[in-house]
């Protein structure tokens, strides 16, 4: 069992809609998650991060873990065509290194 | 030049050749990072420096060698590489190795095509 997985989608919406993005993780002791963005031919950019359980939200974007159901989040408001990219799930697990476990990327695509 | 910068950004090479990925990062940072991205996979990690000390080789393959001459500065080596080597290399910096908390900045990549 991947340590991180995700649906690669592609996942297509209609602009304005509301977009759920999803991970599950498999090691119960993992506390802390990103999200970065990617853009086509460009590299991963961090979009937010969480730690535990609960809410965070920035702008149109609100991550969200639930710790029981291992199950980790990213809620989009108000899509925008400019949202098109590859969303990537990740988390440094139990490394103090440095080391990201990623997710495979659900590729988004925003239709005006 | 601003954050992290990587050359070249598109590289063919055969089976036999050896060439060379250059990173440099413009963020003042002590850590930096090598991963590989292929099609349909997650992104990988493959290295990790902390003030150019090697302190995470994720299994990688000897045909690929990284080398880390300053804290601005990392490398990557390839030599003899496979067809199934094909894919995105990316680089990235943070302020530290280690801590949860360090938000890692990546370059754009360079795309390999291994023939």
């Known amino acids: 069992q991947k340590e991180v997985e995700q649906d690669p989608g592609p996942l297509s919406v209609p602009e304005g809609a509301i977009v759920s993005l999803n991970c599950t993780y498999s090691?119960?002791?993992?506390?802390?998650f990103m999200w970065y963005r990617q853009y086509s031919r460009k590299g991963p950019e961090l979009l937010m991060y969480t730690y535990s359980s609960g809410n965070k939200e920035d702008g149109r974007f609100t991550a969200q873990v639930d710790k029981s159901s291992k199950y980790i989040s990213l809620f989009i408001r108000d899509s925008q065509p400019s949202d098109s990219a590859t969303y990537l799930c990740a988390s440094p697990g139990s490394s103090n290194t440095g080391k990201l476990i990623f997710g495979q990327g659900t590729t988004l695509q925003v239709k005006p | 030049e601003t954050g992290v910068t990587q050359t070249p950004r598109h590289l063919v090479m055969g089976m036999t050749n050896k060439k060379s990925l250059k990173c440099e990062q413009h963020l003042g940072h002590n850590a930096m990072y090598w991963y590989k991205q292929s099609a349909k996979k997650p992104l990988e990690l493959m290295f990790v420096y902390s003030l150019e000390e090697r302190v995470e080789n994720n299994s990688v393959p000897s045909r690929f060698s990284p080398e880390c001459p300053n804290s601005s500065h990392l490398f990557l080596h390839l030599h003899t590489l496979q067809p199934e080597d094909s894919a995105l290399y990316l680089c990235a910096s943070s302020q530290v190795a280690g801590p949860y908390q360090e938000t890692q900045y990546f370059g754009p990549g360079t795309r390999l095509l291994v023939l």
């Open positions: 090691n119960s002791a993992f506390q802390y």
